[in-house]
Nanobody, 124 residues
């Protein structure tokens, strides 16, 4: 079992940057593929980015390509999401999640473990 805790959210002006962190407990973090999702008010939770267990593979939603970077440090049991050039439409609660298999990384239903989320608000 993996417990996930997000941090780093906050209020930022459009064009600014934030770095989110997702800390995991346990020694099994390096065995999980990880993803970031977000949910805006009144909308469904959507895929943002994912990274494989060894960080060799990454995938991004088209809406964040070129602006967001996902990374992980398996020695620190932590995953990151560097968000640059933020837009008002990036506003939402950001969740990190973990799953055992790489297939289906963009589907929220495929993830087994979730954090509680961290709020990101981008003012225009």
């Amino acid at each position: 079992q993996v417990q996930l805790v997000e941090s780093g959210g906050g209020l930022v002006q459009a064009g600014g940057s934030l770095r989110l962190s997702c800390a995991a407990n346990g020694r099994t973090f390096r065995g999980y593929h990880m993803g970031w999702f977000r949910q805006a008010p009144g909308k469904e939770r959507e895929f943002v980015a994912a990274i494989s267990d060894s960080a060799v593979r990454t995938v991004y939603a088209d809406s964040v390509k070129g602006r967001f970077t996902i990374s992980r440090d398996n020695n620190k049991n932590t995953m990151y999401l560097q968000m640059n050039s933020l837009k008002s439409e990036d506003t939402g609660v950001y969740y990190c999640a973990a799953k055992a298999w790489w297939n289906g990384m963009t589907s929220r239903d495929e993830y087994r473990y979730w954090g509680q989320g961290t709020q990101v608000t981008v003012s225009s």
